[in-house]
């Protein structure tokens, strides 16, 4: 069975993934901060619930605990869980949207590094956005170009950078970013955009189920590699 883990997963692209990874034989955590939401979403999809804020340190560190315990080791991680921060562009907005979106990564990944090195084919899947690629929003005939979200495009750039510097620091693990596409959920809701969530998941397993020849250090969306 392959232990999966995923942040921000009791709705939207993270909710969908797990659905689609189970689907596929996995054994999926729903990592989420509230506890009622993801027990009922981890209830909705047949998965396990974990309590986990990627804000908090310790929660953190008491989520990847439970995931020891109970299995021993840890095969995929997709930090998922991320906020659009589009309201008011000030210090403490920023250190929120890079807390969440950035931090939140390094946090996460950190605390699982341990379980995945236990694991024959451990796999990092960050959810990141071509908003933070400097190719995609200098680009006339793109959307991100129309899209003025300064700190969430410049919070998924450190995702993205950081996907590349884990690559290159844990060669034994794969590390792959991915833009899943401009997606309807809650957090583009009030910008009116977005596909359903099924088609971006979608795009999202294919980098939670690579073999293990599989590349590392990609930035990529459902076209293929994306420039940055």
Same mark, same amino acid.
């Given at each position: 069975m392959t232990i999966t883990l995923i942040t921000g997963a009791n709705k939207g692209i993270g909710f969908e993934t797990a659905r689609q990874l189970l689907a596929r034989g996995h054994v999926v955590y729903v990592g989420a901060r509230d506890p009622e939401r993801g027990e009922k979403a981890a209830a909705a999809l047949g998965a396990r619930f974990v309590r986990l804020d990627v804000t908090d340190d310790a929660s953190v560190a008491a989520a990847l605990a439970t995931v020891d315990a109970a299995e021993g080791r840890l095969d995929v991680l997709v930090n998922n869980a991320g906020i659009l921060a589009s309201e008011t562009v000030d210090g403490p907005s920023a250190l929120r949207a890079f807390d969440v979106?950035?931090?939140? #990564?390094?946090?996460? !990944? =950190?605390?699982?590094? $341990?379980?995945?090195?236990?694991?024959?084919? %451990? &796999?990092?899947?960050?959810?990141?956005?071509?908003?933070?690629?400097?190719?995609?929003?200098?680009n006339p005939e793109r959307v991100e170009s129309t899209l003025p979200l300064p700190l969430y495009a410049a919070s998924k750039a450190?995702?993205?950078? &950081? +996907?590349?510097?884990?690559?290159?620091?844990? $060669?034994?693990?794969?590390?792959?970013?991915? =833009? $899943?596409?401009? !997606?309807?959920? *809650?957090? !583009?809701?009030?910008?009116? #955009?977005?596909?359903?969530?099924? =088609?971006?998941?979608?795009?999202?397993? %294919? &980098?939670? !189920?690579?073999?293990? *020849? @599989? %590349? +590392? @250090? +990609?930035?990529? *969306? =459902?076209?293929? $590699? &994306? %420039?940055w």
């Open positions: 979106n950035a931090v939140g #990564i390094v946090r996460v !990944t =950190e605390a699982a590094l $341990p379980l995945l090195r236990k694991s024959a084919n %451990p &796999l990092v899947v960050n959810v990141t956005s071509s908003l933070g690629s400097f190719w995609a929003v200098n450190a995702a993205t950078m &950081l +996907t590349v510097q884990y690559a290159k620091a844990h $060669p034994g693990i794969k590390f792959n970013a991915v =833009e $899943p596409g401009a !997606t309807a959920t *809650d957090m !583009t809701a009030a910008m009116g #955009i977005g596909r359903p969530v099924e =088609e971006s998941a979608a795009v999202v397993v %294919p &980098l939670a !189920t690579l073999g293990v *020849d @599989g %590349p +590392t @250090g +990609t930035f990529s *969306d =459902e076209n293929g $590699p &994306l %420039p």
